[in-house]
C-alpha cells in the first residue's frame, strides 16, 4: 500500500512569495495532520482534520497559513506570504482510528517538505 | 503541554546500552515513541498506555509509570542502524479527543 505522499519534497522560495505544500493520504484514515519540524521546537502539529473537517487549528502560527482538505484523499497547506522563519520541515501524517478520549491513534507519516525561504 | 526529553543526546558504541526518557506535568492516558532517521520521516515505534505497561520492539522496549506520568525507552546492544532521533508523543488523560504532543527529541549516534 502507498504511504503518505507530501509534495514537493524541497522547495526554495523568496520572501513574500505563496507557498503551497500538498498531501495525500492513506486511503481510508480518517485524520490528517499538518506538523512543523524545527530544530528549536521540534514537532509542533499545527492543525488535524477529521473526515475532511478541520478541528482544531490553534497551532497555525498566523493568518498566513491556511489549510484544506477538498476530500478525503487531498490536503493542502498554504503559506501567504512566506517569510524566512517558516522554513522548517513540513509533515503531513494520517491516523486510521485518530483520537478517542485522549487516546491517540498511531500516525503515519509522510516524508516531509522541506522548505526554505530566502 | 509538550513533555521534555532527556537527554538531548546520546552517542554510544555498538553493543552499548541507553535509555531516553519523557516527563510530563499531566497526567497521561498514553505515550507514543518514534523514531525518526536522517532526512526521513518518524516511523511508529510503540504505544504504551496507562496501568504501567512495558512493551518491546526487537531490541528495544519502554515502560510506562503513569503515577510519575513518565516513560523511559530501552536501547539494548545497540546497533548502527538505531542511530536517530526518538520522540516522544503523550496523549493526556481526560483531555478529549486531542491529538498527540511531542518532545523534542533525543538525538542517539551509535558509532562502532
Known amino acids: 500500500d502507498a504511504g503518505v505522499i507530501q509534495s514537493p519534497r524541497h522547495e526554495v522560495t523568496e520572501m513574500g512569495q505563496e507557498v503551497t505544500l500538498r498531501c495525500k493520504p492513506i486511503?481510508?484514515?480518517?485524520?490528517l495532520f499538518w506538523y512543523r519540524q524545527t530544530m528549536m521546537r521540534g514537532l509542533e502539529l499545527l492543525i488535524y482534520f477529521n473526515n475532511n473537517v478541520p478541528i482544531d487549528d490553534s497551532g497555525m502560527p498566523e493568518d498566513r497559513f491556511s489549510a484544506k482538505m477538498p476530500n478525503a484523499s487531498f490536503s493542502t497547506l498554504k503559506i501567504q506570504p512566506s517569510e524566512p522563519r517558516d522554513s522548517a520541515v513540513y509533515f503531513c501524517?494520517?491516523?486510521?482510528?485518530?483520537?478517542?478520549?485522549?487516546?491517540?491513534?498511531?500516525?503515519?507519516f509522510g516524508e516531509g517538505s522541506r522548505l526554505t525561504v530566502l | 503541554q509538550q513533555p521534555v526529553q532527556s537527554p538531548q543526546a546520546v552517542i554510544l558504541r555498538e553493543g552499548e546500552d541507553a535509555v531516553i526518557n519523557c516527563s510530563s506535568s499531566k497526567a497521561l492516558y498514553s505515550v507514543h515513541w518514534y523514531r525518526q532517521k536522517h532526512g526521513e520521516a518518524p516511523v511508529f515505534l510503540m504505544i504504551?498506555?496507562?496501568?504501567?505497561e512495558q512493551k518491546g520492539h526487537e531490541k528495544i522496549s519502554a515502560s510506562f509509570n503513569e503515577k510519575k506520568q513518565q516513560s523511559s525507552l530501552y536501547l539494548t546492544a545497540s546497533q548502527l542502524s538505531y542511530s536517530g532521533t526518538y520522540f516522544c508523543?503523550?496523549?493526556?488523560?481526560?483531555?478529549?479527543?486531542?491529538?498527540?504532543?511531542f518532545g523534542k527529541g533525543t538525538r542517539l549516534s551509535v558509532i562502532a
Open positions: 501524517a494520517s491516523s486510521p482510528t485518530g483520537l478517542a478520549g485522549g487516546k491517540a491513534g498511531e500516525l503515519f
Open positions: 508523543g503523550t496523549a493526556q488523560l481526560n483531555s478529549g479527543n486531542t491529538p498527540l504532543v
Open positions: 486511503s481510508g484514515h480518517d485524520y
Open positions: 504504551l498506555l496507562k496501568g504501567g
